[in-house]
């Protein structure tokens, strides 16, 4: 079946960087707009970034923007979310997913349009 596996995940200070790798089984990312997700204890989860099948155009959720960059390796087949200046409230488990429409052009940071998903990797900020 179609799905990610994400790894990456760890603990870190306040102002640390991770990179989390999402890899594919089943299926190729060059055909799918894929997005990063997260959800924190006691909280919906919500899009962080998203990036589009063909012309790789991406979009970060305000919260993120200007610290966490997605970005792709068609080569290696994998997609990577890069975390930069780290805070506290970043804590929570990171998913990745492939959407169900190409999203040639542009991606979507609905969770709705997403339907092939990872497992998910920790990530925890903490002092």
């Known amino acids: 079946q179609l799905h990610f596996v994400e790894s990456g995940g760890g603990l870190v200070r306040p102002g640390g960087s991770l990179r989390l790798s999402c890899t594919p089984s089943?299926?190729?990312?060059?055909?799918?707009?894929v997005g990063w997700f997260r959800q924190a204890p006691g909280k919906e989860r919500e899009a962080v970034a998203c990036?589009?099948?063909?012309?790789?155009?991406?979009q970060e959720a305000e919260s993120v923007k200007g610290r966490f960059t997605i970005s792709k390796d068609e080569a290696k087949n994998t997609v990577y979310l890069q975390m930069n200046s780290l805070k506290p409230e970043d804590t929570a488990v990171y998913y990745c997913?492939?959407?169900?429409?190409?999203?040639?052009?542009?991606?979507?940071?609905?969770?709705?349009?997403?339907?092939?998903w990872g497992q998910g990797t920790q990530v925890t900020v903490s002092p």
């Open positions: 997913a492939a959407g169900r429409s190409l999203m040639v052009t542009e991606c979507t940071l609905e969770t709705g349009d997403y339907d092939y």
């Open positions: 089943g299926f190729t990312v060059v055909h799918y707009g």
């Open positions: 990036i589009s099948s063909v012309h790789n155009n991406t």
